[in-house]
């Protein structure tokens, strides 16, 4: 990997172009500036002194202490021992320290490829960099292509048992997984595995959760309908051959 230097050290007066009088004038730019308002003053003298103080021709300018702010890109006098700050205030060290981290990641962005995710293999997001303001999937296909490598539902699947593993989920609060019978040593039936816990054997308190098959088929019938079960049943049916589209 090929690190990309990105050190940059400001000198005293240098300002940030992306900042340059774009931001609020800081609190040290403040602090200078009202020195050069009489009280009472007229709202075009006003003006005019304001944009004499922007543009640097005011008394004092020469000061050596006197000098733009890196980030807000105001004059305004350095208060510092050594006479070494670039900032005229703290609110404006941080937004420079923000702007050039933002630069920073960019320089190093170049040239790098992301790595695309799995919703980038099926979501139109972006075309040529530019993202969209609307994303869609690309194509049916991959709707239910993603839906299936997510394990949400597959097509094709028993759509009573799918219903009745979601409500127990549900019930178990979905934290717990549902317990999955897995078959050991070759043995076809799972055999039960008894722990010897301190001279005590026996088994948790367990609560059963079941519906019948009769009772989820009825419960989908009312909510959905009819025509509308029979329409998801042929689509599943379909889908099992391989074939998405209706
Ligand atoms: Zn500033």
Excluded at 23 to 51: C, M, Q, W
Excluded at 119 to 145: I, N, R, T, V
């Amino acid at each position: 990997m090929t690190t990309v230097n990105t050190s940059i050290t400001l000198k005293k007066g240098d300002v940030l172009k992306h900042t340059f009088l774009k931001v609020l004038p800081g609190t040290g730019a403040i602090e200078l500036a009202r020195k050069y308002f009489p009280p009472n003053v007229e709202y075009h003298d006003a003006l005019e002194i304001a944009s004499a103080l922007i543009d640097g021709h005011f008394e004092g300018v020469d000061d050596p202490k006197v000098r733009r702010c890196a980030h807000c890109g105001y004059y305004y006098r350095d208060i510092t021992k050594n006479n070494s700050s670039i900032t005229c205030c703290k609110q404006c060290a941080s937004g420079k320290d923000i702007v050039l981290k933002a630069w920073r990641r960019e320089v190093r962005k170049v040239g790098k490829v992301r790595r695309l995710t799995w919703l980038d293999l099926h979501y139109a997001s972006s075309y040529k960099g530019e993202s969209f303001e609307y994303p869609f999937w690309s194509s049916d296909w991959h709707m239910f292509e993603y839906d299936r490598k997510r394990k949400v539902y597959s097509f094709g699947d028993d759509f009573e048992q799918y219903v009745a593993q979601q409500k127990r989920k549900a019930e178990i609060g979905g934290k717990r997984k549902t317990p999955e019978r897995i078959d050991y040593d070759g043995y076809n039936a799972p055999r039960n595995i008894h722990v010897k816990l301190g001279g005590h054997v026996g088994c948790g308190k367990v609560t059963v959760i079941k519906q019948s098959r009769e009772k989820i088929e009825a419960e989908l019938l009312a909510r959905y309908g009819a025509k509308k079960l029979q329409q998801e049943r042929v689509r599943a049916q379909m889908a099992a051959l391989g074939r998405y589209k209706i």
